[in-house]
C-alpha cells in the first residue's frame, strides 16, 4: 500500500497537531483564567469588559480570527508571524473564550459557605482564593477544560487553510502526490479515522477524571 | 437589552482605537542587509503547480522555482529557506516581511505592482484553458462559453479577472488551490479550467492522454519574480540576477531541465 | 504607512450582499435540517433496541469528533470515488448538517432525560397515544429547557459556514479571500467581514433572548404551552 510510506509523514503531522493544540490550550488556560476571574469580579466594569472579550470571539468563527491574525495583526504591528505562531495565537484566542466561561462555572461552584467558613477563620480574602477556593476549583475545571482541548484540537485543522502543515495539510499533500494513483479518498478516510481515535480517547480521558471527581466529593 | 448595546458600541469603540493606532510602519528596509545578516533568505513558493514546484514525498520541495531559489540563496552566499504561499499569500508575505522574494508563477501586473514589485520577466506565458480529453465536445473556447459550463480556478490568481472576460457567459467555481480544482475536473465536477500554458504543460507531462488543451492564448503574462515594495536596491539586485540568468544561458538549461523543451525566446510584443 | 480606508471596500459591496444571502441560505437550511434530524437521532440514540443506539452513539461520536473540514473533504473529494459527485452546495450543506446534527442530537437527548419519568406515566394513565404523548407534553418540554444550547448551536452553524468556502460556496469568508485577493486591502476587508459574522451572531442572541422571555412568559402564565 503506497500510503505505508507516507506513514511517518502522518506521525508527524498528528504530532505537530497535537503539539500545537496543547500550546495553544495552555495559553488559552493562562488567558482564560485572568477573564474568568474578572467575569466574577464584583466590579461591574471588570465584568463587563471581560464579558465583550468573550463575546467577541465566539461571534467570529475561527477561520475569520486565523486570517485577521496570520495576516492582519501583521500588517497592524509589522512583525513577522510564521504560521505557527499566526496559527498558536489565534487558537489561543478562541479557547480563552471557551476557558473562561470554564473558569468562570469553576469559581462559582464552589459554595459561598466555604469562603464564607474560611474568612470567618481569620484568613486573609486572597489567602481563602489561593488555597481553599481554587485548588477545590481547579478540580471542578479539568473535565471542561478537556473538551475545550479537544474543540481546540479540531480547530487547529483550520490551520491548513493558511498553510501549516498540521495533520490536514500533511493528508492533502499527500493527496497531491498520489493523486495520479488512487484519488483522494483513502488518504482523507485516514485523516478522519486518526482524528476521530485521537479525539475519542481523549474526550473519554476527560470522562473518567469527571467521574473521579464525582466520586472523590 | 442595554447590555447588548453597550457591548456592541463599546466593541465599535475599540475596534476604532485599534484602526487610530494603526499608525503602522514605514521604515525603509534594507533587505540585502537583513538576508546577509540573517543568512537565510525567505522565499514564499507554492506547493501545487508542477513543474514549477511540488511537494516531493519526503516533505521537500521541488521544482524549477525551487531551483531558481536555491541558486539565489547560492549567489548571495546564505541559505534558503522556502515557504508555501497560497494567492493571496503571496502578496501579503512580501508585504509584512514574511518572504524576501516570491517565486511562484507570479504574473507582474500594474494593479499588483502598486502593492509589490516585479523583476523582469523569467518566463512569458499565457493563459490557456483545458479540459479532460474524453470531453470530445468541448473544441474550442466557445463551447465553454455557455451558461451551463462551469471553469474552475483557484482563487487569488490572475484567472479571477482574465477568464470572466475570456468567457463571460460560463460559471465560475473557485476552490482552494491547483490540487483542488485538478480533482474536481478530474471528477467532472467542471468542465474545464484556467492556467497559464507552462503550468498546464506541466500537467499533461504527468497525466499523458488525460487532459486536451483549447486553442488559443488568453492573456500574456510575464512571470517575474516578486520583491517587497520601497527597497530599490533589493530590486535592483534581483533583477540584475534575472537579466544574469535570462542571458547567460543559465534559464535554458534549467528549462530544459523542468519542462523538457527548448525555452521560448521572450519578446517584447506591442 | 497602512492606511486605514473602508473606501475601498465600497465596490465590493455588492458582492458582499450575495456572500451574506449565500451565508445565510445555508445556514438557515443546515440548521433546520439538523433540528429535525437532531430529534430523531436523539430519539434513536434513547430507543430500545441496541444495535439502534449503537447506530446512534457510532454517528454522534464519529461525526463529533471529526473537524468539519476534514467532513468537508470527504464528502466533496471523497464520495466522487464512488462516482457520488454531489454539488458544492449540498456538499456543504450536507457537511454542516452532519456536523450540527451530532451536536443537536446531544442537546435532545438530555433534553428528553430531563423531562421526568412522571410525565411519560402520568399521561399513558390518562390514555394518550405516543404521538400525542409526544405533541403535547413532551416536545414542548425537551424544546424549552434545551432552548438556551439550542441558540449556541445556531450560533455554531453560522460559524461553521465560514469554511464553507472550500466547497466553492462564496460565502462571506469566500468574499473575503476574494475581494482581499482583489485589491489587497485585507484589513479593511477583515473588518468588514468580522462585522457581518458578529452582526448575524448578535441579531440571534437577540432574537433568542426576545423570543425566550415571550415563550416562557406565556407558560409560567399557565397557558397551554
Not at chain 1, 510510506?5 to 495552555?26: C, P, Q
Not at chain 1, 477545590?136 to 493558511?162: N, W
Not at chain 3, 446512534?56 to 470527504?74: D, F, H, K, Q, T
Request: net charge positive; hydrophobic share 50%.
Amino acid at each position: 500500500m503506497i500510503l505505508i510510506d507516507y506513514s511517518f509523514l502522518l506521525i508527524r503531522g498528528l504530532g505537530i497537531t497535537l503539539w500545537i493544540s496543547w500550546v495553544a490550550l495552555l495559553l488559552a488556560a493562562l488567558i482564560g483564567a485572568l477573564i474568568g476571574l474578572g467575569r466574577t469580579s464584583k466590579r461591574w466594569s471588570i465584568r463587563f469588559l471581560t464579558g465583550v472579550y468573550a463575546e467577541f470571539f465566539r461571534s467570529i468563527p475561527v477561520l475569520v480570527t486565523l486570517f485577521f491574525v496570520y495576516y492582519g495583526l501583521t500588517l497592524l504591528t509589522g512583525i513577522n508571524l510564521s504560521t505557527f505562531v499566526a496559527a498558536t495565537i489565534a487558537l489561543a484566542l478562541e479557547g480563552s473564550a471557551m476557558m473562561s466561561e470554564v473558569v468562570r462555572g469553576g469559581l462559582q461552584s464552589i459554595a459561598k459557605g466555604q469562603r464564607e467558613a474560611a474568612l470567618s477563620t481569620g484568613m486573609k480574602a486572597w489567602q481563602v482564593e489561593l488555597f481553599i477556593v481554587w485548588p477545590q476549583a481547579i478540580r471542578v475545571m479539568i473535565p471542561p477544560a478537556v473538551g475545550v482541548y479537544v474543540s481546540t484540537l479540531k480547530a487547529s485543522s483550520l490551520a491548513s487553510v493558511i498553510g501549516y502543515v498540521e495533520l490536514t495539510k500533511t493528508g492533502l499533500l499527500i493527496r497531491e502526490s498520489v493523486r495520479g494513483h488512487s484519488g483522494s479518498l483513502l488518504i482523507l478516510v485516514v485523516i478522519a479515522t486518526i482524528y476521530v481515535i485521537i479525539n475519542f480517547a481523549i474526550s473519554r480521558l476527560g470522562a473518567m477524571l469527571e467521574e473521579r471527581n464525582n466520586f472523590v466529593n | 437589552m442595554k447590555n447588548y448595546i453597550l457591548k456592541l458600541s463599546s466593541m465599535i469603540a475599540a475596534s476604532a482605537l485599534v484602526i487610530a493606532t494603526s499608525a503602522a510602519f514605514a521604515e525603509q528596509r534594507d533587505i540585502l542587509k537583513e538576508v546577509t545578516d540573517r543568512g537565510v533568505i525567505h522565499i514564499a513558493t507554492a506547493s501545487d503547480v508542477p513543474p514549477y514546484s511540488t511537494l516531493g514525498a519526503n516533505g521537500e520541495l521541488q521544482g524549477f522555482d525551487i531551483d531558481m531559489g536555491k541558486m539565489i540563496a547560492a549567489e548571495l552566499g546564505v541559505k534558503p529557506e522556502f515557504s508555501i504561499v497560497d494567492g493571496p499569500g503571496r502578496i501579503t508575505a512580501l508585504q509584512t516581511g514574511k518572504a524576501d522574494i516570491v517565486i511562484q508563477d507570479f504574473t507582474a501586473n500594474f494593479k499588483r505592482s502598486q502593492s509589490v514589485s516585479f523583476t523582469d520577466p523569467y518566463v512569458v506565458v499565457g493563459m490557456v484553458f483545458f479540459t479532460l480529453a474524453k470531453r470530445t465536445e468541448i473544441k474550442t473556447l466557445d463551447d465553454l462559453n455557455k451558461e451551463s459550463m462551469k471553469i474552475g480556478f483557484g482563487r487569488g490568481g490572475s484567472q479571477e479577472t482574465l477568464v470572466p472576460a475570456a468567457a463571460p457567459k460560463a460559471s465560475i467555481v473557485k476552490f482552494a488551490g491547483m490540487a483542488d480544482t485538478m480533482e474536481a475536473l478530474d471528477s467532472g465536477r467542471i468542465d474545464a479550467t484556467a492556467i497559464d500554458n507552462i503550468a498546464a504543460a506541466g500537467f499533461y507531462a504527468g497525466n499523458p492522454g488525460k487532459y486536451k488543451e483549447l486553442p488559443g492564448r488568453y492573456s500574456r503574462e510575464d512571470i517575474a519574480i516578486g520583491v517587497p515594495k520601497g527597497d530599490f536596491q533589493w530590486w535592483l539586485l534581483i533583477n540584475s540576477w534575472v537579466r544574469d540568468f535570462n542571458l547567460s544561458g543559465k534559464n535554458d538549461a534549467l528549462y530544459k531541465k523542468w519542462f523538457n523543451a527548448e525555452r521560448p525566446k521572450i519578446f517584447e510584443v506591442y | 504607512m497602512y492606511n486605514f480606508n473602508l473606501f475601498f471596500i465600497f465596490p465590493y459591496l455588492d458582492s458582499l450582499q450575495w456572500a451574506i444571502w449565500n451565508t445565510l441560505q445555508i445556514s438557515v437550511t443546515a440548521t433546520f435540517l439538523s433540528i429535525i434530524f437532531g430529534v430523531l437521532m436523539a430519539l434513536v440514540r434513547l430507543s430500545n433496541y441496541k444495535y439502534l443506539r449503537l447506530c446512534g452513539v457510532c454517528y454522534v461520536e464519529v461525526v463529533r469528533n471529526m473537524p468539519m473540514v476534514v467532513l468537508l473533504y470527504l464528502i466533496f473529494f471523497g464520495l466522487p470515488s464512488f462516482g457520488i459527485v454531489l454539488s458544492g452546495y449540498i456538499s456543504g450543506l450536507t457537511a454542516l448538517t452532519m456536523n450540527s446534527t451530532a451536536f443537536m442530537t446531544e442537546i435532545f437527548r438530555s433534553g428528553f432525560m430531563a423531562v421526568s419519568k412522571g410525565q411519560f406515566e402520568a399521561a399513558r394513565a390518562q390514555g394518550m397515544t405516543n404521538t400525542q404523548l409526544y405533541r403535547f407534553i413532551i416536545l414542548p418540554q425537551v424544546f424549552r429547557i434545551s432552548y438556551a444550547s439550542l441558540g449556541n448551536q445556531i450560533i455554531g452553524v453560522i460559524m461553521g459556514s465560514s469554511i464553507m468556502m472550500i466547497a466553492t460556496i462564496e460565502e462571506v469568508t469566500a468574499w473575503m479571500f476574494n475581494t482581499g485577493s482583489i485589491n489587497f486591502r485585507y484589513f479593511e476587508v477583515f473588518f468588514v467581514g468580522g462585522l457581518v459574522y458578529f452582526v448575524l451572531c448578535q441579531t440571534v442572541n437577540l432574537v433568542r433572548n426576545a423570543l425566550g422571555k415571550i415563550i416562557f412568559k406565556t407558560a409560567a402564565a399557565g397557558g397551554p404551552w
